[in-house]
């Protein structure tokens, strides 16, 4: 009877089919992960600044009577930023004419009396050096009266004011800062380590934040001194014209250190599972499953630091659709 049973349960043991080998081929495709060249960076902080700035000083001393333009205004060269209280100029201006007025009498006067031989020729000669002189004491006064009309030195921003009105201006003391809105650059201080990474007319890559794109900037100055208490040397990059790019803005520029040798896959080809990341590598037409670490991102694809091998065909179409193990079916890549 025992005997009996046994044989009977064994002819009704159920398969030990494979569920994954009941899964239908999938259509996938393949791309191999490939060693690429990569030049290694180092990325440098820096600030967005104006390649042309003034600090805007009056030429001579006054009362400050009126600001003519207020920070955030665009200004044309030549035009009026503040005016100045200079009673004292306009004084000199008024007493340089009254003598140069004078002057000219008297020489008129001696030419009329040397043609009568009334005066001596040397008298004429006075007459007339009292007036170049008067005439050099005039154009001086119009000048000076000139500088009481503080004006840009050329098209830009009023970006800040330095004095109040009733202040006294004098030579060398600010009044206001002005910038060119339009011509920008990038300003950096590189370590020893790096400067001699860097030439003039080198190309390298800016990154603001606030761009949606990097920008690429022209060396155009390194200074071959450093700074004293940072040990940095000053460097500065021109930059292209770019929507949003503003006076002030904080930036990083990557900074060429070394080339070396990254294992590449596309992005789709990794997926996230939490904190997993993951690939399907196809080994005689099967999709397996392997756990990866991925490095840097360059553009469309990610470097992968562990967990596949160069020329490691990956899947790239569907991936989130398949199982380990499944069959696929794909041209050789």
Same mark, same amino acid.
């Not at 089919?17 to 996938?28: H, N």
């Not at 201006?169 to 650059?185: F, Y």
């Not at 014209?241 to 070396?260: D, H, K, Y």
């Given at each position: 009877?025992?005997?009996?049973?046994?044989? !009977?349960?064994?002819?009704?043991?159920?398969?030990?089919?494979?569920?994954?080998?009941?899964?239908?081929?999938?259509?996938?495709?393949?791309?191999?992960?490939?060693?690429?060249?990569?030049?290694?960076?180092?990325?440098?902080?820096?600030?967005?600044?104006?390649?042309?700035? /003034?600090?805007?000083?009056?030429?001579? !001393?006054?009362?400050?009577?009126?600001?003519?333009? &207020?920070?955030?205004?665009?200004?044309? !060269?030549?035009?009026?930023?503040?005016?100045?209280?200079?009673?004292?100029?306009?004084?000199?201006?008024?007493?340089?004419?009254?003598?140069?007025?004078?002057?000219?009498?008297?020489?008129?006067?001696?030419?009329?009396?040397?043609?009568?031989?009334?005066? !001596?020729?040397?008298?004429?000669?006075?007459?007339?050096?009292?007036?170049?002189?008067? /005439?050099?004491?005039?154009?001086?006064?119009?000048?000076?009266?000139?500088?009481?009309?503080?004006? %840009?030195?050329?098209?830009?921003?009023?970006?800040?004011?330095?004095? &109040?009105?009733?202040?006294?201006?004098?030579?060398?003391?600010?009044?206001?800062?002005?910038?060119?809105?339009?011509?920008?650059?990038? #300003?950096?201080?590189?370590? #020893?380590?790096?400067?001699?990474?860097?030439?003039?007319?080198?190309?390298?890559?800016?990154?603001?934040?606030?761009?949606?794109?990097?920008?690429?900037?022209?060396?155009?100055?390194?200074?071959?001194?450093?700074? %004293?208490?940072?040990?940095?040397?000053?460097?500065?990059? &021109?930059?292209?014209? /770019?929507?949003?790019?503003?006076?002030?803005?904080?930036?990083?520029?990557?900074?060429?250190?070394?080339?070396?040798?990254?294992?590449?896959?596309?992005?789709?080809?990794?997926?996230?599972?939490?904190?997993?990341?993951?690939?399907?590598?196809?080994? #005689?037409?099967? /999709?397996?499953?392997?756990?990866?670490?991925?490095?840097?991102?360059?553009?469309?694809?990610?470097?992968?630091?562990?967990?596949? #091998?160069?020329?490691?065909?990956?899947?790239?179409? &569907?991936?989130?659709?398949?199982?380990?193990?499944?069959?696929?079916?794909?041209?050789?890549?």
């Amino acid at each position: 009877m025992l005997a009996v049973l046994l044989i !009977s349960a064994c002819h009704n043991k159920p398969s030990a089919t494979s569920p994954v080998a009941s899964v239908p081929a999938a259509a996938v495709q393949l791309t191999p992960a490939t060693l690429a060249t990569h030049q290694a960076t180092e990325d440098v902080v820096g600030t967005v600044r104006s390649k042309q700035r /003034a600090v805007i000083e009056a030429k001579v !001393s006054g009362r400050l009577l009126q600001y003519r333009a &207020d920070p955030g205004q665009l200004v044309k !060269s030549g035009e009026q930023l503040a005016e100045l209280d200079v009673q004292e100029i306009r004084a000199k201006l008024e007493q340089a004419k009254a003598l140069l007025d004078q002057a000219q009498r008297d020489l008129g006067r001696q030419q009329q009396l040397i043609a009568s031989n009334a005066t !001596s020729q040397q008298e004429l000669d006075a007459a007339a050096a009292r007036v170049k002189v008067a /005439a050099a004491a005039l154009n001086e006064a119009e000048t000076m009266l000139g500088y009481a009309r503080v004006t %840009a030195p050329f098209d830009g921003v009023v970006t800040r004011k330095l004095a &109040d009105v009733g202040d006294l201006a004098m030579p060398g003391k600010p009044l206001l800062e002005i910038e060119a809105p339009n011509v920008l650059r990038f #300003e950096t201080d590189l370590p #020893e380590s790096l400067l001699e990474r860097v030439r003039l007319g080198a190309t390298l890559t800016v990154t603001i934040p606030s761009l949606t794109k990097p920008l690429a900037a022209t060396i155009s100055e390194i200074s071959p001194v450093a700074d %004293a208490l940072s040990r940095t040397f000053p460097v500065k990059l &021109d930059l292209p014209q /770019a929507t949003g790019l503003r006076p002030g803005q904080f930036g990083r520029v990557a900074v060429p250190v070394a080339e070396t040798k990254l294992l590449l896959v596309p992005r789709q080809a990794v997926l996230k599972r939490g904190q997993l990341e993951l690939v399907f590598v196809v080994r #005689e037409n099967r /999709a397996l499953l392997r756990l990866v670490k991925t490095g840097i991102s360059l553009g469309e694809q990610l470097e992968i630091l562990s967990g596949l #091998e160069p020329g490691d065909a990956v899947v790239t179409s &569907d991936a989130s659709h398949l199982s380990d193990g499944q069959p696929v079916t794909s041209p050789q890549p």
